[in-house]
């Protein structure tokens, strides 16, 4: 994994410097589901490709739109959902936000954390993750 000594240090700067490992970066970090440090140590180390980590969440995050996390907003109404689920149909449903599943562990975490709060009806469009399904 070591770095090619002819190769260029990488400093990216414009639009074009991060399009060329795009690819590379979205597999790492979207379908391996690695973490930032870890992508950015690989990048540093297989392509001399150095950036913060304020400059990959920019790119990742906001500009790729490959957010891990669940919004805030969502949690509420993702639980609620499953909790009306367990209560009423007493099923299970799994959710996905942006084509990737939204462990129950996640959910659960949420809860616990914050409180599950079932007082108040989702939207009718969900505005949530994307995807539920009753199992």
Not at 8 to 23: H, S
Not at 64 to 81: D, F, G, H, T, Y
């Amino acid at each position: 994994m070591d770095v090619d000594k002819t190769q260029p240090r990488i400093e990216p700067r414009r639009d074009a410097d991060w399009e060329q490992f795009k690819d590379v970066l979205v597999q790492l970090y979207w379908e391996e589901d690695k973490e930032l440090p870890e992508v950015m140590e690989m990048m540093a180390a297989t392509h001399n490709f150095h950036a913060t980590e304020r400059q990959y969440k920019f790119r990742l995050n906001d500009k790729w739109k490959l957010e891990k996390n669940v919004n805030r907003a969502k949690m509420p109404v993702i639980s609620q959902i499953r909790t009306r689920r367990r209560e009423t149909e007493n099923k299970e449903t799994e959710f996905s936000l942006r084509g990737r599943p939204i462990p129950a562990e996640k959910i659960d975490r949420w809860e616990k954390r914050y409180g599950a709060d079932h007082n108040r009806d989702p939207s009718p469009d969900g505005g949530t993750a994307g995807t539920s399904t009753g199992h």
